[in-house]
C-alpha cells in the first residue's frame, strides 16, 4: 500500500511500512493518485490531490482537524491512537496543576535572573494543592488517569461530563456546579462542535477567586478571549499545553506570571509517541491485509 507519511513518525514500528513517501501534504503541488494512505497529526489534507486515499492512519487520539465529515462523505477510513497516551498527558496535567498552583515557573525566573535574596520566608506563598478540590471536565480514558492521579494527592475530585458513570474516581456535578466548587479545573473533553466554546465567559466567571484552570485538551473548548482577559485581571491562574490558534499564543499571556505555557507537550514522551507509531503502523498494516481496524474511528 502506498502511503505518505507527513514527518518521520519516531519509533521503530515505522520501518514496518514497505511504501512510505515522507513529505508535508501543504508541499504537494499536483494530484497523487497513487497514494492509498496518509499518515497525519491531526492535520487537515488536501483531499482534491489525493483522489486513490483509503485510509488516514490519523497519529493522535484527536481527530477534531482531519475534516472528518468530508472523509466519511469520500468513503475513506480513519484510524488513531487512542489509549497509549493518556498516562503522558495525565502526567502532564499534574505538571502544570502542580507548576500553576505552586508558582514554580516565577520561581525558577526568580532565581535564573539573580534576583533571590536568599529568603524563603515571605516570597512565592502559594495555595496548598493537598486536600484542595479537582474538577475534571470529561471523564475518559485521559481524564480517569488523571483521577487516580489525584488519589495521591489526597484532592477530592469531582467530574463532569454528559451523563454520570459508575465510578469510584469522583463525584458526578453538573459542568457549572463543578466549575463553582473546584480549586482546580482540568479540561478532558474532545473537541467537538458540542464542546467547542463549552468553557465560555460565563463559565469562567463561576470559577472561584485564584482557582486554576489547566488545559491539554483543546484551545478550542475554552474561549480564549475571555481566559485572556479573566488571567490578565489576575484572578484566575492558568496551565496551558494548547492553544486556539496553534502555534499562535495570545500575546497578553506571554508576561503573564499567573500562566504556565507548554506547546502541546500532553503526548510527548518516547515510550508514548513510539506507542502511537505502533498503532499508527499496526492500524495500515491491517487495512492491508483487508482486515478490520484495531482503532477505528467511527466516520
Ligand atoms: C492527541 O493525540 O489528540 C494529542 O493532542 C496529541 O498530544
Known amino acids: 500500500m502506498k502511503v505518505l507519511a507527513t514527518r518521520r513518525y519516531p ?12 513529505q508535508e501534504l501543504t508541499e504537494l503541488e499536483s494530484p497523487r493518485p497513487d497514494v492509498e494512505a496518509v499518515v497525519v497529526a491531526n492535520e487537515p489534507m488536501p483531499l482534491d490531490l489525493l483522489p486513490g486515499l483509503q485510509l488516514v492512519a490519523n497519529y493522535s487520539v484527536g481527530y477534531d482537524r482531519l475534516g472528518i465529515e468530508e472523509l466519511s462523505r469520500r468513503g475513506v477510513a480513519v484510524s488513531n491512537t487512542p489509549g497509549v497516551l493518556s498516562a503522558a498527558t495525565a502526567d502532564l496535567t499534574f505538571a502544570l496543576i502542580l507548576a500553576t498552583r505552586r508558582r514554580v515557573v516565577e520561581g525558577d525566573a526568580l532565581v535564573r535572573a539573580g534576583k533571590w535574596t536568599g529568603q524563603w520566608t515571605d516570597g512565592f506563598v502559594a495555595e496548598e494543592l493537598t486536600g484542595s478540590t479537582l474538577g475534571i471536565v470529561g471523564l475518559g480514558r485521559i481524564g480517569q488517569a488523571v483521577a487516580r492521579r489525584a488519589r495521591g494527592f489526597e484532592l477530592r475530585v469531582l467530574y463532569a461530563q454528559r451523563r454520570p458513570a459508575e465510578t469510584d474516581l469522583g463525584e458526578y456535578r453538573e459542568l457549572d456546579a463543578l466549575l463553582a466548587e473546584s480549586d482546580v479545573v482540568s479540561i478532558h473533553t474532545p473537541l467537538t462542535p458540542e464542546t467547542r466554546g463549552l468553557i465560555d465567559a460565563r463559565r469562567l466567571a463561576l470559577l472561584r477567586d485564584g482557582a486554576c484552570l489547566v488545559n491539554t485538551a483543546r484551545g478550542e473548548i475554552v474561549d480564549e478571549a475571555a481566559l485572556v482577559a479573566e488571567l490578565v485581571s489576575g484572578r ?8 486556539a490558534h496553534e ?3 495570545p500575546a497578553e499571556l506571554l508576561a503573564l506570571r499567573n500562566v504556565v505555557l507548554t ?8 515510550q508514548t509517541r513510539e506507542a502511537m507509531t505502533r498503532i499508527v503502523v499496526d ?6 491485509r483487508g482486515d478490520p481496524l484495531l482503532t477505528p474511528v467511527a466516520v
Open 11 to 22: 519509533g521503530p514500528a515505522f520501518d514496518e511500512l514497505l511504501d512510505v513517501e515522507v
Open 236 to 243: 484566575l491562574r492558568a496551565g496551558l499545553d494548547v492553544f
Open 247 to 249: 502555534p499562535n499564543v
Open 263 to 270: 506547546p502541546h507537550l500532553g503526548s510527548a514522551t518516547r
Open 283 to 288: 492500524n495500515i498494516l491491517a487495512f492491508e
